[in-house]
């Protein structure tokens, strides 16, 4: 494995999203944007995502700063450093490391301020993200370290296994089948498939277990989808383990895709919107759980 590019002007290792070198400034000759597309896209939707999630620590600074100065410069603070660490985590490694333990923090946090009552609940959404980026982790940090992934990770989709007999069990009642997972915040509702496996019924159900407790506790609270498509979801998770290749509701999420984000990849504008919209979230039962007095 190569690696790091070094820059021709000071020699020193670089990331190869750097375009220009961060210690003398001079080009490195190294695109920013040319090593993996797929990889790119991810850097920046997170960066996006999280900046728009760190404009409530704006606003929370601005109320704590009418309550008690000492909270209010505290959460101004905090909310500097995670907008800085949101900009730099999409190109250094070390960044994206830092990212990583704040979100989790951030969890820890919430749910010290808010157990044991039922709002504590909500530390499960930055803890999501947290667990998010140590899964994009083994993409994330060869593209910024300036490793090369190793051979023959692919960076398409699976394709759809043909039918064979129960993959668990060998049963031949069997269906190519993929749990279907719904999770909503505020205005958003997101419904997708899993992975497509050959299982008989029993086996399809089991798989659909956590998709189902998932969809369960975070799929209702969208508006207008969030109730529909939860209902669809667990209805089809409980009875056949989820969507077939030939279901209607596969079919329809197909064709939502393309309309909505199947011809052209969303934009950062839409990746902050939806981190407003879950930081949003989290202001709200921060606020009424403490209603903004330190204790």
């Known amino acids: 494995m190569s690696r ?5 002007s000071c020699g020193r290792l670089i990331a190869v999203r750097w375009r220009r ?20 896209r991810k850097l920046d939707t997170f960066r996006a995502f999280a900046l728009g999630a760190a404009v409530w620590f704006a606003i929370g600074a601005a109320f704590l700063w009418m ?13 500097a450093a995670f907008a800085l660490m949101s900009i730099l985590c999409a190109w250094n490694a070390k960044a994206w490391r830092a990212a990583e333990a704040i979100w989790l923090g951030f969890a820890c946090l919430e749910l010290a301020l808010l157990w044991p009552r039922l709002s504590g609940l909500v530390a499960l959404l930055p803890a999501l993200v947290a667990l998010w980026m140590v899964r994009a982790r083994r993409l994330v940090l060869p593209r910024l370290e300036g490793v090369p992934p190793p051979e023959g990770r692919a960076r398409v989709p699976p394709e759809v296994p043909a039918w064979s007999p129960c993959t668990a069990c060998g049963s031949r009642e069997s269906e190519v089948v993929a749990p279907l997972f719904c999770v909503s915040i505020g205005v958003m509702s997101f419904r ?12 399809a159900r089991g798989a659909a277990v956590l998709p189902t407790l998932l969809t369960a506790c975070f799929g209702w609270w969208g508006i207008p989808w969030g109730l529909m498509w939860t209902a669809q979801v667990l209805e089809l ?10 279901s209607d509701v596969l079919r329809e999420m197909r064709e939502r895709e393309a309309l909505e984000g199947g011809i052209e ?24 759980g403490r209603q903004w007095l330190p204790r």
């Open 265 to 288: 990849p969303p934009t950062p504008l839409t990746d902050a919107t939806y981190g407003l919209l879950f930081g949003l979230v989290n202001f709200i039962v921060l606020a009424v």
């Open 67 to 79: 309550v008690d100065v000492r909270w209010g410069v505290a959460c101004a603070c905090t909310g």
């Open 237 to 246: 998770n409980l009875t056949v383990g989820g969507a077939c290749l030939d």
């Open 4 to 8: 790091s590019p070094r820059c021709v």
């Open 21 to 40: 070198c961060p210690f003398c400034k001079g080009l490195t000759g190294v695109p920013s944007h040319g090593g993996d597309a797929f990889v790119d």
């Open 192 to 203: 997708w498939a899993g992975t497509f496996r050959s299982l008989c019924l029993p086996h």
